[in-house]
């Protein structure tokens, strides 16, 4: 029993080494997307597909001319990291994206689930064996 609440610390640990190395990796922009689309998986979740245009680009119009005299730049579509059934979000939602400057495809959807998917599984882990650690004390 012991053994399965060391194995529960461990995963604990790691999920918060985890979390503070990519606290410290994740970009400073922010920008606001809309959600495109949803794809559906074999599974049956879903995954949001977004659109935006990073701050200080110019949206370009329909006929492919740019509004203004900063450069122009078509809009990023990206994918969310997360999927979920049922959704999350719906086609037309505006979610708030982080991303870095000089690499504006690498955005994420600014959510702790998806800033963090990697630590809360971890530590859904670690939760695990600590409760089958506490059952096979009191049995």
């Not at 994918?79 to 037309?92: D, F, I, M």
């Not at 800033?115 to 064996?129: D, E, G, N, Q, R």
């Amino acid at each position: 029993m012991w053994i399965l609440g060391t194995i529960g610390a461990i995963f604990f640990v790691i999920g918060v080494v985890v979390g503070i190395r990519r606290r410290a990796k994740l970009p400073r922009a922010r920008g606001e997307a809309t959600v495109i689309a949803l794809r559906e998986d074999d599974s049956g979740a879903f995954l949001p597909v977004l659109t935006f245009v990073p701050p200080g680009a110019v949206p370009i119009d329909s006929e492919g001319e740019s509004a203004g005299v900063l450069p122009a730049r078509r809009p990023l579509q990206i994918e969310g990291t997360v999927k979920s059934n049922p959704p999350r979000y719906r086609v037309g939602d505006r979610v708030f994206v982080i991303f870095d400057p000089s690499n504006p495809y690498g955005a994420i959807i600014d959510s702790f689930l998806d800033k963090y998917v990697a630590t809360v599984v971890l530590w859904i882990v670690a939760a695990m064996f600590c409760i089958f650690a506490g059952i096979a004390a009191i049995t």
